[in-house]
C-alpha cells in the first residue's frame, strides 16, 4: 500500500487528525510506524466498540505496528470505575472480548499486541515524569483536560484529575508515533500534544474517530442499559433493542444509521459484499446498496422505511455478534468474575 | 531511659500528640520503635529548624530508630520549590546543613540515618497505592489535606494536591512507627492517620511541634527574608535581624522569646548549663536563669529590658551558628549549586 492510499485507508471515517500533515511525513519516513489505542479495562464492551475495532484494522493494513492498551490504571484513576481487586479480571475480559470482535471482523493481527497499562506505568521514570507533569498543569488545566472523559461530580476525585497525565506518558513509554482514540478524548490527546515537549519529548499524531451515537441519542455509554447493545447480549436482546431505538429520518443522534455506516458498510466493503435489505413485494421488494451514501439518500428520502433498516441492522449486529457470544460463552466465568453479580 | 521518661522527653515542648496513648504503648511494646520527620528539600534553611532537629535528638535519646526524610519529590510537588534540575544539590545542601546542626547541637547519630525521597518514593507498590489513595479521596479532601504546608493560589499546580498523599504513604513504605512534624504539617498527619487503614495499613503516631514565629511575627519562613535567620547568615547579620526583630512584651508572636523556649534554654538544660544575660550594672547587673520560665516571667514583668534579650539571643545563636558556618563554608560551591545566583 503507497503512502497515500495508507493516509486514506487510516482517515476514513475520522472525525479530526492531529495534525494529517504529520501522518503523511509519518508514512513517508516509516514503513512500520507504531500507533495504539488505550482502553480503560472499566465497563462491559457494547458494538460502540466495533468503530475503533475497525480502525484499528486499518491501521495495521496501512502498515502500522498497533498495540491496543488495556488501560487498567486509567480504569482505577475513573472514579474507580474498576475497583482494584477486579482489575485482573476487567483486563482478561477486555482482551477476549476485543479477540473475539477481532477474530469476528477477520482482521490480520501479525502486527497486532496487546499491553497492559500496569505492566509499564509504574516503571520509576514513568513516575517521576507524572510527578513532573502534576508540576507543571495547573489543577484547572488537567480538569479540563481530562472533563470529556472522566465525569465530575461535586466529590469528585483526585485521580480523575491525574488521569490525562497518564495517556501523554504512554505515548512516549510505549514509544509510539500515533495515539487513536475516540473523539471524546480530544481534549485528552491535545493535553498530550502540549505537554510532552515541556519534558523535552516529541509530540504525537492523533487521531480520532466519531463515537457512536445511543440508541436511545447521546453517545452509546455502558452505563445506561438501554443506549448500548452489549456484545454478549442475546438475539432476541438485540432484536428488542433496535427495534425500539430512535431512528429519526436524519442523520443526526441515529445510531441505527450511524452503525451502518461505520461499522457495516466498512466491513462489507473490505470484503466486497454489499447490503441486501429484505422487503416483501409489495413495499417494493428487496434492495441493494453497494455504499452507505446510497442508503441514507434513500433513508432521508423516505424510500426505505425504518422498520426495514431497523429489522437488518438487528439482522447484521446478530451476524457480527454470533461468533462472539460463542466464543465468550465458553469463558463464561469470567464475565461472571469481573462483573460479579451483574 | 524508662518508658514514663522517655515519653515526657518525646512530649516536652510538643504541641500536639496524635495520641499520646499510642506512644505510650509503643514505648511500652518496643524498646526501638522506628521515627521519622521527613523535611521537603525546599528553600535554604533557617534557624526555625533548630526546634525539630532538637525533637530529634528527643527522639534519639528515648532510644527510637530515627529517619531524617529528605522529600526531593515533595520539594518539586509543592509548586516546584525545588526545580527538577537541583534536586540532587538541594538533597546534598540539606544533609550537609542538618548534619551540621546536629553536630552543632552535639546529638548522639548512632540511630539516626538519612534517606532521601525519591529513592522509594518510585517504588511500584508505592506508587500503586498513591493511584489507590488518589481513587479513595476526593479532590477537597486532599486541599484541605496539603492547605497548611502547600500554598494554593488561583493557578494552583495539581502536584500540591497529590502531596499529601505521598506523605501519608511514607509511613508505611519506610516502616515507621512514629512521624514527627511542625504543626504546619497537623492536616497532612491527620490525613496519613485516616487514610492509611483503607489500604490495610495501621495508622501511625503523629507527634507535632509548635513552628518558631518569625522576626517580624507570624512563622518563620524560608521566603520571607526579613522575618528569618538563616542558618549562613554572618554574626553581623544575625545581630542587626535579632536587634530589629519584633520582640513585644508577650509570648505570642515573638520570635525572640520562643527560641529561647524551645532552642536555646533545651539545649542549656540538656547539657546542664545556665543562661547568663549580661548587663551593666547601673541596668541591674548580669542575670542569670536556669528555666526559661524564670527568665519569661521577668520579661513579661519588665525586669529584663527587649535590648538585653535581644543581645544574649543575637550572641547565642551566633554561638550555635558559628561551628556550621565553618564547616558549609568548606563545601561553599555546594550552596551555588542548590541556589544558582541566590
Redesign the interface.
Known amino acids: 500500500m503507497d503512502v497515500e492510499e495508507g493516509f486514506n485507508l487510516i482517515k476514513r471515517n475520522t472525525q479530526e487528525i492531529i495534525t494529517e500533515q504529520e501522518l503523511k511525513q509519518l508514512l513517508e519516513q516509516k514503513k512500520h510506524p507504531k500507533g495504539y489505542i488505550g482502553l480503560a479495562t472499566t465497563g462491559k464492551i457494547h458494538i460502540g466498540y466495533f468503530i475503533p475495532i475497525i480502525k484499528v484494522g486499518d491501521f495495521l493494513n496501512a502498515g502500522f505496528k498497533f498495540t491496543i492498551l488495556l488501560a487498567d ?1 486509567h480504569a ?2 475513573d ?2 470505575k474498576a475497583p ?1 481487586e477486579l482489575l485482573d479480571y476487567r483486563v482478561k475480559y477486555y482482551k477476549e472480548v476485543i479477540s473475539a470482535m477481532i477474530g469476528a471482523l477477520g482482521i490480520d493481527t501479525k502486527n497486532l499486541e496487546f499491553k497492559r497499562g ?1 505492566d509499564f506505568q ?3 521514570n514513568y ?2 515524569d507524572m ?2 507533569l ?9 480538569k479540563r483536560a481530562a472533563a470529556g472523559v472522566v465525569r465530575f461530580g461535586e ?5 480523575g ?2 488521569y490525562p ?1 497518564l495517556q501523554a506518558l504512554d505515548e512516549q513509554y510505549m514509544d509510539m508515533d500515533v495515539q487513536y482514540g475516540g473523539i471524546d478524548q480530544r481534549k485528552i490527546l491535545a493535553f498530550a500534544r502540549e505537554n510532552l515537549p515541556k519534558l523535552g519529548y516529541k509530540a504525537r499524531v492523533e487521531v480520532m474517530t466519531p463515537m457512536l451515537p445511543g440508541l436511545q441519542g447521546a453517545k452509546m455509554s455502558a452505563s445506561e442499559e438501554k443506549s448500548k447493545i452489549d456484545l454478549l447480549d442475546s438475539s432476541e436482546t438485540v432484536k428488542s433493542k433496535i427495534n425500539s431505538a430512535h431512528c429519526p429520518i436524519a442523520v443526526e443522534d441515529n445510531g441505527v444509521l450511524a452503525f451502518l455506516k461505520y461499522v457495516i458498510f466498512v466491513n462489507k466493503k473490505d470484503k466486497n459484499k454489499e447490503l441486501t435489505i429484505k422487503r416483501a413485494e409489495k413495499f417494493g421488494g428487496s434492495i441493494t446498496y453497494n455504499s452507505y451514501e446510497e442508503l441514507e439518500k434513500d433513508y432521508l428520502n423516505k424510500k426505505l422505511h425504518p422498520m426495514d433498516l431497523k429489522n437488518t441492522v438487528a439482522e447484521e449486529v446478530n451476524n457480527l455478534l454470533e461468533p462472539i457470544r460463542r466464543k465468550i460463552k465458553e469463558k463464561e466465568d469470567l464475565v461472571e468474575k469481573a462483573f460479579p453479580g451483574n
Open positions: 490504571i482505577h484513576l472514579d474507580q482494584f500496569s509504574l516503571d520509576k513516575t517521576l510527578y513532573r502534576a508540576a507543571l498543569n495547573t489543577f484547572d488545566r488537567c466529590n469528585s476525585k483526585l485521580s484529575f491525574i497525565i
